[in-house]
Structure formats: C-alpha cells, structure tokens
C-alpha cells in the first residue's frame, strides 16, 4: 500500500513563504508523477504543480514565477517551494502520485493546511 506523508503547512503572512514536503513509501513504480493539489471549501481541488521523474513538470498559473516544484527521486520525496505568498493561496493542500501500469494509480496525502493572513 503507498502511503503519502506531508508536512511543511502553517500560518504565513502575505508576501512570506513556506515550503511544502512529501514523502511516498510502499509500492511505487518508478516511472511516477509527483505533484500538489489544491483545495478551498466549496471549490473544485485544482492542480497547483507536478513533476515526473523523468522531470516534466507542470505550474497552474497562479503558480508561474511564484512556486517550484522539485523532487528527489531517491527518497520518492516531492517539494513545493512557496514564495511571495498571496491571501488568495490559502487552501489545504494535498499530494499526489500517479502512475500507469496496466491501470491508472492515484494516490493521496491527507492534506496540509496553508494559510496566508496578515
């Protein structure tokens, strides 16, 4: 069974930062997607950045010029670097990964909260 444990979440004011861990143990193919989501009561959980182990990644827009995602494939372990922090970033925010195989697999952390309050 893969597990996902994330840390790093908190309270921050606008314009700080905050960085975001993950970790994945168990079963886990090699070929991968890492990434975060993101969610606020009432909203669709969006996509805030990903990365594959080969090192594609991916930014929502809200994210461009402001976040970085990185990973060290060795330790199966993810990262979000969040720089000038906006009120508007406030969500909980959940791990992922993904993998194919035969089937998709997707799998969860339990979330994090951040939240970004003068």
């Known amino acids: 069974q893969v597990q996902l444990a994330e840390s790093g979440g908190g309270l921050v004011q606008p314009g700080g930062s905050l960085r975001l861990s993950c970790a994945a143990s168990g079963a886990i193919y090699s070929t991968n997607i890492m990434g975060w989501y993101r969610q606020v009561p009432g909203k669709q959980r969006e996509l805030v950045a990903s990365?594959?182990?080969?090192?594609?990644?991916n930014y929502a827009d809200s994210a461009k010029g402001r976040f970085t995602i990185s990973r060290d494939n060795a330790k199966n372990t993810v990262y979000l670097q969040m720089n000038s922090l906006k009120p508007e970033d406030t969500a909980v925010y959940y791990c992922?990964?993904?993998?194919?195989?035969?089937?998709?697999?997707?799998?969860w952390g339990q979330g994090t909260q951040v939240t970004v309050s003068s």
């Open positions: 990365k594959a182990t080969g090192g594609t990644t």
């Open positions: 992922y990964l993904h993998y194919l195989v035969n089937a998709a697999y997707n799998y």
